[in-house]
């Protein structure tokens, strides 16, 4: 059990408290979808047709959006009386589609080399600036720097968008 929540856990707290929950809260909607997927497994005749990571996060993105449906209905913010939210299927469908996209940008950036791999993880992941990566790589300004950020990045969006789909 220990093994979901270390493995499972992060990507659901990261959704919940990026859309204005807490911790907490975070720590109530996973453990509600672990129990969904507990009674899925032993009282149906269920295949898990996704990793069980995925499963997870579909099951708790959609009961995160009917607690933010029922606050709003109580607070009567909500612009949706009927809103019906997306069934588990669809949300899983949805995530497979976006670990696919992210499996081919690690594909794209892995082929891409260096510098290009460090400058664009530099700028885009890390949050450095066009100064700090000019000084790291010696370039002379930071024209040059950007000059060279943006032949990398039209490079990784070639090869991103040349890989053949599965």
């Not at 809260?25 to 899925?40: G, I, P, R």
Request: hydrophobic share 30%; net charge negative; glycine share 4%.
């Amino acid at each position: 059990m220990s093994y979901i929540y270390k493995t499972c856990y992060p990507s659901v707290s990261h959704l919940i408290t990026g859309n204005n929950g807490s911790e907490d809260e975070a720590k109530d909607v996973f453990q509600e979808a672990v129990m969904v997927l507990y009674d899925k497994v032993t009282h149906e005749n269920f295949e898990l047709s996704s990793k069980l990571s995925t499963f997870l996060y579909a099951v708790s993105r959609r009961l995160w959006l009917k607690q933010i449906n029922k606050r709003e209905n109580a607070m009567g913010t909500s612009d949706s009386d009927g809103l019906e939210i997306a069934d588990v299927e669809s949300d899983v469908q949805i995530h497979l589609q976006k670990e696919h996209e992210f499996a081919k940008m690690d594909s794209a950036m892995n082929q891409l080399g260096e510098p290009c791999q460090t400058i664009l993880r530099d700028f885009y992941i890390r949050n450095k600036s066009m100064n700090e990566i000019c000084e790291k790589f010696g370039y002379t300004n930071t024209d040059n720097a950007k000059t060279q950020k943006y032949k990398c990045l039209q490079r990784l969006k070639k090869l991103f968008f040349d890989q053949k789909s599965d």
